[in-house]
């Protein structure tokens, strides 16, 4: 390719995947520090069960459900009603009446909240760092000049991304249902272009997943954008443990590095679907108690392996890339989950023209079982 490609770039599906390698998807802005306090040893146990005391209290004072990705530290889980991932908590938070719901997670999840909340309900978010680098790729300006570029194409936007891209989607997916909305839409559209974004990684298996279906990948175009801490999570990386640890079974987020590598093992029966799978946070989860494999090797954030070791406590965790931490999840603390309560801060809105176009491609992503 002549032009330079910049993150954000939309190409066609072929040239997106082979430009991986030349475009430097690190993130785009900048990452504060891990507080200290997300990690467990740094808080006493003392200042520890009066922040969950306080927090049992105050949940039933004022009414609260608490929600906390798999990706939080983890004693904001143990603090949690109920913890998952984007697509999972969606639903959770949508289905219920209390009065305030806190969600600790990155602040588009939080955004979904605050679409989907009833008229009495408030969202708060227990930081306001709690960015993301792959949303932070989507750039809403390429969507748009693409959409004009093609006036019958549809728009498949991964959960990873704000409000102002998901309210010229045509639908939303999380990884948990990425395949089964790509061929919802293939199917519903058979003739129109289709853009995947912002992950391209995810893009490469919306592209695997067309051509599963027998269909060309010629119309899907893709969004030259990532997770910082996935892409960090390459092929070397897995290979290297399943050397090391050859009785283990492997389960990989399909946001990571090691995408490719590992649907190409799959695909060529270099290794079978007993012993390895793509999985959504959730799924992981579902697959590790399931498997009569007693090791796991899996590739996706570290802080995985505690609600994984809460579903499976027989079984040994190894992380494909023990450096693959999100600072931005973890900018939720147990503390500052309490001051959210205490202070009921911070709460967030939403425009409501903005959250009335972004509620539909949110409403027929929920539908997608």
């Known amino acids: 390719m002549d032009k330079l490609v910049l993150p954000g770039d939309i190409l066609p599906a072929k040239e997106a995947i082979e430009m991986i390698p030349e475009v430097d998807l690190g993130p785009p802005i900048e990452i504060s520090p891990i507080p200290a306090e997300a990690n467990p040893e740094n808080i006493s146990k003392e200042e520890r069960q009066f922040l969950h005391s306080e927090i049992k209290r105050l949940k039933k004072e004022k009414n609260v459900l608490i929600l906390a990705h798999n990706y939080e530290p983890p004693d904001v889980q143990d603090a949690a009603d109920f913890i998952g991932d984007s697509l999972h908590l969606a ?3 949508r289905d219920s009446d209390a009065d305030i719901l806190v969600e600790a997670s990155v602040l588009f999840m939080n955004q979904i909240l605050a679409v989907m909340k009833k008229p009495h309900q408030k969202v708060l978010a227990p930081s306001l760092k709690a960015l993301c680098s792959l949303a ?10 693409w959409k004009r570029a093609h006036p019958d194409g549809k728009v498949i936007s991964y959960v990873n991304t704000y409000l102002d891209i998901k309210a010229i989607s045509d639908i939303c997916c999380a990884s948990a249902n990425a395949a089964k909305v790509i061929r919802y839409m293939a199917e519903l559209y058979p003739k129109s272009p289709l853009l995947f974004l912002p992950d391209v990684f995810l893009g490469y298996y919306a592209a695997k997943t067309l051509e599963k279906m027998g269909q060309s990948t010629d119309r899907l175009y893709l969004m030259m954008g990532a997770c910082h801490v996935h892409e960090k999570i390459t092929a070397h990386h897995v290979m290297r443990q399943m050397v090391l640890h050859p009785d283990a079974a492997v389960v990989a987020h399909p946001e990571c590095g090691c995408m490719s590598k590992c649907s190409m093992m799959l695909e060529q029966g270099f290794v079978s679907e007993e012993m390895m799978q793509l999985r959504s946070t959730w799924g992981m989860i579902d697959f590790i108690t399931k498997t009569p494999r007693k090791k796991i090797i899996f590739a996706t954030t570290v802080t995985n392996i505690y609600p994984m070791s809460v579903a499976a406590p027989d079984k040994e965790f190894i992380p494909a890339n023990p450096d693959a931490r999100c600072a931005f999840m973890e900018q939720n ?12 801060k911070y709460e967030i809105t939403v425009d409501p023209e903005l959250a009335r176009q972004a509620r539909i491609p949110i409403e027929r992503m929920l539908a997608i079982q």
């Open 136 to 145: 932070a790729h989507a750039d809403v300006n390429k969507v748009k000049a």
């Open 333 to 344: 603390t147990l503390k500052n989950v309490y001051e959210a309560l205490r202070d009921m």
């Open 91 to 93: 639903k959770i938070g």
